[in-house]
């Protein structure tokens, strides 16, 4: 609202007055009527020339205005981009996670925007029951050793029994073919030999006891000796034919019986032996391969608790974040689970693997927009784009499209489930302004230049059946002309077909102009573009939105990305 103020009256002006007042007291009747005739012609002529400068003033004024609202087509240059807004982020960013086992509290955090170095202390969770369960594997571990030590003692006692039976097994084995070997070669040749001398003797013995009751005979017959002589001499000869039979029979019970019972009980007793020896030996192997799986088991007793001990001893290292490297702080929030408490906080219960906060490296900035399936087939790589960051104004930002999603992100669904949105993000140039993220960026993704081609300002057009259309001003009656559009931008609209230069439409039309256009009958709409665009006056709008008008390419338009 203007606000007009009256201009003080100045102090001489003022000083005038009070010394005028008293002089004209003095004046006639006569002279105060000339002044104020005076006076009021003056002012008849102020009012006169006043309403002259008015009028004059109204009719300019409606003239711009009239001017103003008409547009003459003429050939324009401009750029058609990609408007999106997203959030700005670090190309590399390093995730902060808790490797805690189970849910862990956080005790104690830094606070978020601090700029780090590597090894600072980020967060440290609570560690009283790590602790805990680390003195509680401790005494097991000491009792793991003393059992694996007492295992490993039982074992080398086992072994050296083992060897000792082993040794006094084959000992006996020893002895035993030593003693057949003794009976084979000395004790039998020796009591063949006794029977055999025996045997001999016995014959000696038959042969002289025949010789003496041969003469006994002889000298019974001649009376020189007595009967009882004779008889005494002839029992001895028949004594010495039993000692002899008596003789012959020992060796045959010698050969046949006596040496082949002594040879096979020699031969038993080593073989006993030797039995045993394998007995023994195989008793020992047992014995020891039972002792060394028990000790086997106390040794990985011993170090599945060593290794349990060493990794709580590592889960509490783990309960202090330190920072892997340079970097500020920016606290991680999943805003995608709906109405769960995940802000990173002290006293916060968080999991394992879960992220607690992100070390972004600024050297190198993205934006990251989502731009509707609708649009991504003006998206490619390499496309040049400018962006502004709220925050920061007047400054300017240089990228390029680096990197295009291949399938949808439906991560808003729960909202809408048919908005199928692709991620995108533009690389910025290198600049030495700082850059943090999390900030809103308003990205412009240039799609292609129009160079010198006739164009008028999206606001003229209006959109209606798969129409477009410009209202002009002729014979002082208000007409439309359809046309044909080609590129459409944020300011410009190129004309394909429809409209020559100089022509001069309306800047600005209302329902009523609105109203001259006669409805498509049913059936006759037309159908979408080449492009495969709806127009926006199918939609109800005004005019057609930019990003989505149809056109047609021709060797005027620029490709971004070349």
């Known amino acids: 609202m203007t606000q007009t103020t009256s201009s003080p009256v100045p102090s001489t002006t003022l000083k005038a007055r009070r010394m005028v007042v008293p002089e004209a007291r003095t004046t006639d009747r006569s002279t105060k009527k000339s002044v104020l005739f005076a006076l009021g012609v003056i002012a008849t002529m102020l009012v006169v020339v006043g309403a002259a400068w008015f009028s004059w003033g109204w009719a300019r004024t409606t003239q711009e205005v009239a001017g103003a609202d008409k547009f003459t087509v003429v050939p324009q240059s401009f750029n058609v981009v990609l408007k999106e807004k997203g959030e700005l982020k670090a190309a590399n960013s390093t995730d902060i996670k808790c490797e805690v086992e189970g849910r862990s509290t956080i005790i104690s955090l830094i606070e978020e925007g601090t700029a780090v170095q590597e090894g600072d202390l980020l967060v440290e969770l609570a560690s009283d029951q790590i602790e805990d369960r680390i003195q509680e594997e401790e005494l097991k571990e000491a009792n793991a050793v003393m059992a694996y030590e007492a295992a490993k003692t039982e074992l080398e006692i086992q ?172 606290y991680y929030s999943e805003h995608w689970r709906w109405g769960s408490d995940n802000q990173i906080k002290e006293g916060a219960e968080v999991h394992e693997r879960q992220i607690l906060m992100q070390l972004p490296d600024t050297s190198e900035m993205i934006a990251a927009v989502r731009v509707h399936e609708a649009k991504t087939d003006k998206l490619q790589l390499g496309q040049s784009a400018t962006v502004t960051i709220e925050g920061m104004p007047g400054r300017q930002f240089t990228g390029e499209v680096t990197k295009i999603a291949v399938v949808a992100d439906t991560q808003n669904r729960w909202l809408n489930p048919d908005l199928k949105e692709y991620e995108t993000e533009i690389t910025l140039d290198a600049t030495d302004v700082p850059l943090k993220p999390g900030g809103t960026a308003h990205v412009e993704i240039l799609v292609e230049s129009i160079e010198n081609s006739l164009a008028v300002p999206v606001q003229t057009i209006f959109a209606k059946a798969g129409h477009r259309y410009v209202f002009f001003e002729q014979h002082d009656e208000i007409s439309y002309k359809e046309v044909q559009l080609g590129a459409v931008g944020t300011v410009w609209a190129e004309i394909a077909d429809g409209l020559q230069g100089g022509d001069r439409i309306l800047r600005l039309f209302s329902d009523e102009h609105k109203q001259l256009i006669p409805d498509a009958p049913r059936g006759k709409r037309k159908p979408p573009d080449a492009r495969g665009a709806i127009a926006p006056g199918d939609r109800g709008s005004k005019t057609p939105t930019p990003d989505s008008a149809p056109g047609r390419r021709t060797t005027r338009r620029t490709p971004t990305n070349q």
Not at 192 to 197: F, G, S, T, V, Y
């Open 159 to 330: 072994r050296d029994k083992n060897a000792s039976d082993i040794r006094k097994g084959e000992l006996e084995i020893e002895l035993k073919s030593l003693e057949l070997e003794k009976y084979q070669k000395g004790e039998w040749a020796q009591k063949l030999k006794d029977a055999e001398i025996a045997i001999e003797e016995a014959q000696i013995g038959l042969e002289r006891r025949e010789e003496d009751y041969a003469a006994a005979k002889e000298l019974l017959g001649r009376g020189f000796i007595t009967q009882t002589e004779y008889e005494e001499d002839e029992f001895k000869w028949q004594k010495a034919k039993w000692e002899l039979e008596k003789a012959r029979q020992a060796m045959t019970v010698l050969k046949d019986y006596t040496h082949v019972a002594d040879l096979r009980r020699r031969q038993s007793d080593l073989d006993e032996a030797t039995k045993e020896f394998q007995r023994i030996k195989k008793n020992a192997e047992a014995e020891e391969d039972k002792k060394a799986r028990v000790l086997e088991g106390k040794e990985k007793e011993l170090e599945l608790t060593r290794s349990q001990l060493a990794k709580l001893r590592v889960q509490k290292e783990k309960c202090r974040i330190l920072a892997p490297t340079p970097g500020f702080v920016v």
